[in-house]
């Protein structure tokens, strides 16, 4: 595991220019995609990138790590028009070619096999140690499925809706196993807010108590942290 600790511009721009990288090098990579406030500077600098000429999306095939249950992909909140309005509308990626888990499970898994298996799964972390929607307790072994969300969590995304009653209490989400099979992972933490977590994903013990643990046992894992999620370590 490899931990980079950085101004949070410097850290967007060395997670873009690994996401390059892989680009570059295999222009149909796979790529698992996570959602949230700490990815939007992100997914902007690779659409700069790709304006620039930089980075080709045509072959490139993405499977989206989560999407709340119950909820319109056209809604506003929906993890789709995320993607669409932060990423997907901005580059030259073929609709064809973007994946989302909602209420597939097994059928998920199976595209990501018939797609290679992941080469990269970019991963934000939660204030309670929770990757994707793995929520503390998850298995690792756990697989694309159904799962309830823990309190913390739509207390977290409440920000995101008029209020907290209106958050999804179930979600989609691409399972620890599943992420763990990538070749490579990127886990962006960004804020004092997540410090606590990131602290305990590093050097507390590896547990299903905090999910982000985990990583460690991958061979090929980068946590990319600003000094303010660092800060504790």
């Known amino acids: 595991m490899r931990i980079i600790i950085s101004t949070t511009g410097e850290c967007i721009r060395k997670a873009a220019a690994a996401i390059s990288e892989i680009i570059k090098r295999k222009p149909n990579a796979t790529l698992g995609l996570a959602t ?7 997914y902007r600098e690779l659409v700069r990138l790709y304006k620039k000429g930089e980075i080709d999306f045509s072959r490139v095939r993405t499977f989206n790590l989560d999407e709340y249950a119950d909820l319109s992909f056209n809604d506003k909140n929906s993890y789709h028009r995320y993607m669409n309005r932060n990423f997907f509308n901005k580059v030259n990626i073929k609709k064809l070619n973007v994946h989302f888990p909602a209420s597939k499970g097994d059928e998920y898994e199976k595209e990501i096999k018939n797609s290679g ?9 939660g204030t309670n140690g929770h990757i994707a929607f793995n929520e503390p307790g998850s298995s690792f072994n756990s697989r694309t499925r159904k799962i309830k969300l823990s309190d913390s969590t739509i207390k977290s995304n409440s920000r995101f809706f008029t209020s907290a009653r209106r958050v999804p209490e179930e979600a989609y989400t691409m399972g620890i196993k599943t992420i763990m099979r990538s070749r490579k992972i990127i886990l962006l933490a960004f804020g004092t807010k997540k410090s606590n977590a990131v602290l305990r994903a590093i050097k507390g013990p590896i547990t299903e108590k905090i999910p982000a643990s985990v990583l460690r046992q991958h061979k090929d894992a980068t946590f990319i942290l600003d000094r303010k999620a660092a800060a504790q370590l």
């Open 36 to 42: 949230g406030s700490t990815m939007i500077p992100l």
């Open 117 to 125: 298996g992941l080469d990269l799964v970019l991963l934000g972390i």
